[in-house]
């Protein structure tokens, strides 16, 4: 892995976000390892520490909108897998999972309702859970929830090359799990410059070694973080929001400049989701994440 002898000086952008109150947040079912029914879980100190991550958000200058909660989908707090938006274009949302699918029609509504194309799939998929935008790249997740087929589909409505990750593990169910972007900026030569950190036992052989090739400067993050959700983590290209568990993370983060905000939000940990779960990043007409 080639580093940079010295840091660079992070830049924050401007994010424009979706979030959703956490008021109706139980885990009454499972579909991923981290949801045990049998556990309790306190609603009050979900939204306490969703709170926080909102508040946290707007200190640093960022954009949120509020979409409502709806009575008996309470895993609508992650609004990250409800549907993945670029060039004011929403690709909206297709649940794996019948107990998420009441989700789709008031993610697509809120798209459309707010001024942003709707493309509405036909494929599987979970939004930017499994969809992450690097320059003008986009990695796909695929293994546990948004299927292949997904990939092909996301490429056709946006027009942009689509590089398909494979996860094996099923405790890193999203790629948003096992990946995060850091910093994007597009590289020459089929190399891309950006800051990603990911977590190398998520994925199998052919997509480690796809990373490898086109982010050789990447952050591997250690199984320790990745088992606290470390890499369910935003970025703004300055100020990096992780959980204050994944503190070797943290460490690496302040070696490549970037400043970690650190918010708990272990309660929303209990359905199978963190910060990055709880962020949808909305892209007007012509606006990168850059």
Request: charged share 20%; hydrophobic share 40%; net charge negative.
């Amino acid at each position: 892995m080639s580093l940079t002898t010295q840091t660079p000086v992070r830049v924050a952008q401007h994010r424009t976000y979706l979030m959703c109150r956490p008021e109706h947040f139980v885990v009454s079912y499972s579909i991923n390892p981290w949801m045990e029914p049998a556990k309790p879980t306190n609603t009050g100190r979900a939204i306490e520490q969703w709170q926080t991550l909102f508040d946290a958000y707007i200190a640093l200058g960022h954009e949120i909108h509020l979409i409502d909660p709806v009575p008996g989908l309470p895993d609508m707090v992650y609004t990250a897998n409800g549907g993945f938006l670029v060039d004011g274009v929403a690709y909206g949302p297709k649940f794996r999972f019948a107990e998420r699918s009441g989700e789709e029609r008031p993610f697509m509504d809120w798209f459309a309702s707010h001024g942003y194309h709707l493309a509405e799939p036909v494929e599987v998929n979970e939004g930017e859970g499994d969809f992450l935008l690097v320059g003008d790249i986009i990695l796909a997740g695929t293994g546990f929830r948004s299927t292949g087929d997904s990939h092909r589909e996301i490429g056709e409505v946006f027009g942009r090359e689509v590089v398909s990750l494979t996860l094996t593990d099923p405790r890193f169910y999203h790629l948003d799990t096992a990946l995060t972007v850091l910093d994007p900026v597009q590289g020459e030569g089929g190399v891309e410059r950006a800051n990603i950190a990911y977590l190398p036992g998520a994925f199998d052989d052919a997509s480690r070694a796809i990373l490898e090739e086109r982010f050789p400067d990447a952050i591997l993050v250690s199984d320790a973080d990745g088992d606290v959700f470390g890499l369910n983590s935003a970025s703004d290209g300055l100020n990096v929001f992780i959980s204050p568990r994944a503190t070797g993370f943290e460490a690496q983060l302040r070696e490549r400049g970037y400043n970690p905000v650190l918010i708990d939000l272990s309660e929303l940990l209990l359905g199978g989701g963190g910060i990055k779960c709880c962020t949808l990043e909305l892209r007007a007409a012509n606006q990168e994440n850059a």
